[in-house]
C-alpha cells in the first residue's frame, strides 16, 4: 500500500490492513509523515519524511511577496506544493524497488502517481483506491486544483483497477476518465 500521508490517522486505510491480514495476506505500507521503519510488527511499515522546499517558503518568498501578490502568489505557493508532492511520489515510488508485491495499492492521487510509476518498472498491479477525486477538493478554480485535474485524468486510466465508494462515484469515473 502507498499513502501520501500517515495512515495511522486513516480508519478505512487501517480497516484495510485489519481484513487483508486476518485473510491471511502480508502488507506492507509505505507512507509519509514522521520517518521510522517497522518490520515485524503487526505489517511492514515505512513512513517517509515529507519533502519540503524550506529556502523557497522562507527566504525567497520574502523578495517575492511585495512583488507577487493576488494570482502570482497563488501561483508561486501552488508550484512549491506541486514540487514537494511530486518529489514525495517519486521518493514513495523508489522505496517500492526489492519488495516483492503482488500488487500495489495506492490510497489517493499521488501515491497513484507513485504506484504507476513503480508498477511500470516491476511489471506490477496498480490498485486505485479512491477516496475521493482530489480535483474536487478545496477551490476548483484554484491553480492546484487546476493541476490535479490534469494528473488524475493521466494518471487514473493507468490503474489497472479502481475501487469507488459508491455507484454515483463510479459513473463519474467511468466518464471522466473512460474506465
Given at each position: 500500500?502507498?499513502?501520501?500521508?500517515?495512515?495511522?490517522k486513516?480508519?478505512?486505510?487501517?480497516?484495510?490492513?485489519?481484513?487483508?491480514?486476518?485473510?491471511?495476506?502480508?502488507v506492507?505500507?509505505i507512507?509519509?509523515?514522521?520517518?521510522r521503519?517497522?518490520e515485524?510488527?503487526?505489517?511492514?511499515?515505512?513512513?517517509?519524511?515529507?519533502?519540503?522546499?524550506?529556502?523557497?517558503?522562507?527566504?525567497?518568498?520574502?523578495?517575492?511577496?511585495?512583488?507577487?501578490?493576488?494570482?502570482?502568489?497563488?501561483?508561486?505557493?501552488?508550484m512549491?506544493?506541486?514540487?514537494?508532492?511530486?518529489?514525495?511520489?517519486?521518493?514513495?515510488?523508489?522505496?517500492?524497488?526489492?519488495?516483492?508485491?503482488?500488487?500495489?495499492q495506492?490510497?489517493?492521487?499521488?501515491?497513484?502517481?507513485?504506484?504507476?510509476?513503480a508498477?511500470?518498472?516491476?511489471?506490477?498491479?496498480?490498485?486505485?483506491?479512491?477516496?475521493?477525486?482530489?480535483?474536487?477538493?478545496?477551490?476548483?478554480?484554484?491553480?492546484?486544483?487546476?493541476?490535479?485535474?490534469?494528473?488524475?485524468?493521466?494518471?487514473?486510466?493507468?490503474?489497472?483497477y479502481?475501487?469507488?465508494?459508491?455507484?454515483?462515484?463510479?459513473?463519474?469515473?467511468?466518464?471522466e476518465?473512460?474506465?
Amino acid at each position: 500500500m502507498l499513502y501520501s500521508a500517515e495512515h495511522t490517522k486513516h480508519v478505512m486505510i487501517r480497516r484495510q490492513i485489519t481484513t487483508l491480514q486476518k485473510q491471511g495476506y502480508p502488507v506492507w505500507i509505505i507512507d509519509r509523515g514522521k520517518e521510522r521503519f517497522q518490520e515485524g510488527g503487526e505489517y511492514g511499515h515505512l513512513t517517509l519524511p515529507r519533502h519540503e522546499l524550506r529556502f523557497f517558503k522562507k527566504w525567497i518568498w520574502k523578495f517575492l511577496r511585495p512583488v507577487a501578490p493576488g494570482k502570482a502568489g497563488e501561483l508561486y505557493w501552488t508550484m512549491i506544493k506541486i514540487i514537494e508532492e511530486w518529489w514525495g511520489s517519486l521518493d514513495l515510488a523508489s522505496k517500492t524497488k526489492g519488495i516483492e508485491a503482488d500488487l500495489f495499492q495506492a490510497h489517493d492521487l499521488w501515491a497513484c502517481y507513485a504506484a504507476t510509476r513503480a508498477a511500470k518498472h516491476a511489471n506490477q498491479t496498480v490498485i486505485y483506491d479512491a477516496h475521493e477525486m482530489a480535483s474536487e477538493q478545496g477551490n476548483p478554480k484554484s491553480f492546484y486544483n487546476r493541476f490535479l485535474k490534469r494528473l488524475e485524468s493521466r494518471v487514473i486510466p493507468k490503474a489497472d483497477y479502481v475501487i469507488l465508494p459508491n455507484e454515483p462515484r463510479a459513473r463519474v469515473y467511468k466518464e471522466e476518465f473512460e474506465l
